[in-house]
């Protein structure tokens, strides 16, 4: 790890940030539909108003195998929501893996087997829908097609995407120009954070880049630090931080909510809470009614007392797939809807003191293992500069990084993650 630190590469970031910047200038935003039917400026102003008094938003992911796909599903969707009563606040979409790549990259003809906007109209019909927000993840900022895909999504009126976990969590073989990737990823969270008064979030899914890297949530909650050291304190972004992917046990999902809401304060804004993929019934799928209710139950309450914005995530019995139904969907967000009349005596079945000391003693473990890595990687670096911060530990890898400098003496804020309970 230190002959890799040893021998990066001298650049100069100021350039191509400023590159960014004057691009990010060029930029307008739009309201979605969904903004414009509502009333707000931006998915996070809704957020806000929402985290304020305690209300719960809803969220969902779509892996339409195509544009024509989603157009459908999502017309009949707003007349089978309205029929039922119930609403789906936001929604995420699986982009085709080629979207990942720079445009030039991308073939047109291919077969595609996820959305492919190739064009300024394709990203518009995404936050065309008046009834639901739409959430941009995987394969976005992070991706080496970040940068001309912020600005896409930017010019659409998308403005909460991610996923810069994936940054440090994913590869692509098909680019392997680490160097190149990061400039395009710090290029745009510059662009988001030219325009974080217009509402702009950068999300990040913990689970997605260091499942398997952080052993324990302390660790966790270290990389969420370094994240939001990076791109709120370096690049002037705002950061929203998910998770739950990999989260089984209710009680563990409130402590770190209450972990992120001691670091990020009263500018805690989060994108949604996902549903635990961990343990999930594969030969008997009914059955993952089970797992869904019970993070729902514990996430709403959650929610209500700690007031982060996060959405909390619906998800179908199979999980993600692109044979799910809308009334599957629909079905979900009506079970969800039974379930919030238990939610105040669930708030007061739990003892929310002992969660935030725990919650504590996890944001101490993260601040030592940030300010670690932030004072070993000054001995090869300017820490101060985005682009080489994000390099550095990509090159020298997330988990050697933790492994070598957590403290292994102190077990204060030692809370195993979930990963290890089943295979994957």
């Known amino acids: 790890m230190t002959e890799l630190l040893q021998n990066m590469p001298k650049a100069d970031s100021a350039a191509f940030l400023e590159d960014a910047r004057r691009e990010a200038k060029t930029i307008q935003i739009p309201q979605t539909a969904w903004c414009k039917a509502h009333g707000f400026k931006s998915e996070k102003e809704y957020k806000a108003v929402m985290a304020r008094k305690g209300g719960l938003m809803y969220h969902t992911h779509f892996c339409f195998p195509s544009r024509e796909a989603m157009v459908r599903d999502m017309t009949r969707l707003e007349g089978q929501l309205a029929e039922s009563g119930v609403v789906l606040d936001r929604f995420g979409v699986s982009l085709d893996p080629s979207m990942a790549l720079p445009a030039t990259m991308r073939q047109d003809a291919a077969a595609h087997n996820g959305l492919y906007l190739n064009t300024p109209d394709a990203w518009v019909e995404l936050a065309s829908f008046s009834f639901s927000q739409p959430h941009l993840g995987d394969n976005m900022i992070g ?56 509402g702009t979030l950068v999300h990040s899914n913990l689970d997605d880049g260091y499942g398997d890297k952080c052993g324990d949530m302390g660790q966790l909650i270290g990389m969420a630090l370094i994240e939001k050291y990076i791109a709120e304190d370096l690049l002037g972004a705002k950061v929203a931080h998910s998770f739950g992917d990999m989260f089984h046990s209710p009680y563990k999902r409130l402590v770190f909510l209450a972990a992120l809401k001691q670091i990020h304060g009263d500018e805690a804004f989060g994108s949604m809470v996902f549903t635990n993929k961990l343990g999930r019934a594969k030969g008997q799928i009914g059955l993952n009614d089970a797992h869904l209710c019970t993070c729902l139950l514990f996430d709403m309450a959650g929610q209500v007392y700690y007031q982060t914005g996060h959405a909390v995530t619906v998800m179908a019995d199979c999980g993600l797939d692109d044979q799910v139904t809308n009334e599957e969907i629909v079905r979900k967000l009506a079970l969800a809807r039974e379930l919030e009349a238990y939610v105040p005596e669930v708030l007061h079945a739990i003892d929310f003191c002992a969660v935030d000391q725990e919650a504590a003693d996890l944001v101490a473990r993260g601040t030592q293992l940030k300010d670690n890595m932030l004072d070993y990687l000054n001995n090869f670096i300017d820490v101060k500069d985005p682009y080489i911060m994000m390099l550095a530990i990509k090159t020298a890898g997330v988990k050697n990084l933790v492994e070598e400098l957590s403290d292994t003496m102190n077990c204060r804020g030692v809370m195993l993650t979930d990963y290890q309970l089943y295979s994957h």
Not at 158 to 163: I, K, R, S
């Open 143 to 198: 991706s080496p097609a970040s940068f001309e895909s912020c600005c896409s999504a930017l010019r659409a009126g998308v403005t909460t995407m991610g996923n810069i976990s994936q940054f440090f969590g994913w590869d692509y073989p098909e680019f392997p120009d680490t160097e190149a990737r990061t400039r395009s990823a710090v290029m745009a969270m510059a662009v988001m954070g030219e325009h974080r008064a217009d």
